[in-house]
């Protein structure tokens, strides 16, 4: 279970993000676009916070006549109720809101107070250099059971050799989570695995929206409420970030013979609920992932990929999460791709799998993070995104991946590389399990994947790679392990 980590009332630390343009502004780079330098630039942190916001979970029991009146004492306004026992409140001014803060920590009717963290997509920058679209071999996948030099992250994983082990078995009946900015859930690779309940209706969580947010750039508005209702509302995913995640996840397999971009996701009989929260600019803050994550736990799903993350831990996050936990769902979260800095947060909480990436050689990608709290690694792609990322779904309709791009024979589909692609492999590999096991645990699960690893740095756990690279043959073929790993 996670610990529940609240900041002190009377002494809450400063929080950094990025400095000058956050990553979460950064595009990743599609086929055919520049050549990548030969590292990323290095992360210089700084605060990034909604800073005329606060977010208070509330002591448990509060008047809600209390509460209002506080609020208005302070000067602030409710802008959403993420979990039943948190507000965010925003404020006319940042003076307003630090002054807030004090009266507010020492009304007797908080647990903690916070400030509201805009947290980023795992995207690498794109450098300068060119690269010919000739350079790249298109190959199709033809049969689930062989694989595909397109998609060489799926050979690194020993998944084509797991699908031909236990034909059966693809992540059929379990619902998958991609807490992102969106899925183009038309998407010829992804529409059939798009989750419905028993009406027929798609299930599916607009954060944003529900936050009382708007989710607006190029001119458009990336919404559900209007999605694909004409030339100018397309899909609900503005960025392109988790279209790809989901492709990588769950993309239908064999679907398109004899085309070159007929891609298959890990599991591709799963089932993917969209959580949109994070905006198409890539960033999303705590609020909004909050009040996402509880809801896809009340939705029933039993994995939930988040390929977030930020410096900074936050109680909202904590209380989220724990929530889920306690219900049962295993949490995947990319490590972070600062280069060698801390596991990000929520990556970082007890309980998570966190994931790091390797290259298309298998070693630990450079840009990754770091620490004791890494679970595994999996094929995240190298710096040369155009040549070595991961190909996978993207919407079919402009967003912010696209910009300056032309997708040309690629309609839909690109490459991309960090621990966002790696994250949500692992994930799809979790889905595995659980449709061979459905009776198992979240934890079950966890341990199944950490035993089953593969040793490519120090022997036993290091902090580069954790236990290593995941095996989805080994993973299948194994008895429950017992015991725990951290």
Known sequence: MLPMP????????????????????????????ATPTPAPPPVTL???????IRLIGWRANVDEGAITALVTAVGGTTLNRPLPDVSTLVFPSEDRAKSAEERLAASGLARWVSRNHRRSLGLLPVASGASAESDRTIQSFGDLNTGSSNQWGLAQANIPAAWQAYPSIRGQGVLVGVLDSGVDYRHPDLALNMARDGAGQRLHVDAIEAAGRNDSCLGLTYSYATAYSDASHPGPDGNGHGTHVAGIIGAVGDNQPGLRNNIVGVAPSVRIVDIKAMDCQGGGTDDVIALGIRRAVDLGVRVLNMSIGGEEPAPILAEAMAYGQARGVLFVVAAGNGSGVPVYYPAAYAGVLAVGALDPRGRRASYGNIGPEMGVVAAGGGLSQDSEGILSTLPTYAHMLSLGRSQGSWPGHGRVSGTSQASPLVAGLAALILSQEPGLSA?????????????????????????????????????QPTGSRP
């Open 443 to 479: 934890d079950q699960v966890r341990l199944r994947i950490l035993a089953s690893a593969t040793d490519v740095g120090t022997s036993g756990f290091d902090p580069e790679t954790g236990w290593g690279r995941v095996d989805a043959l080994a993973a299948l073929g194994m008895q």
């Open 46 to 52: 700084s605060e990034v916070v909604e800073p005329e």
């Open 6 to 33: 609240g900041y002190a009332a009377s002494s809450m630390p400063r929080h950094r993000g990025f400095k000058g343009t956050p990553w979460s502004l950064v595009l990743a780079c599609l086929p055919g676009c």
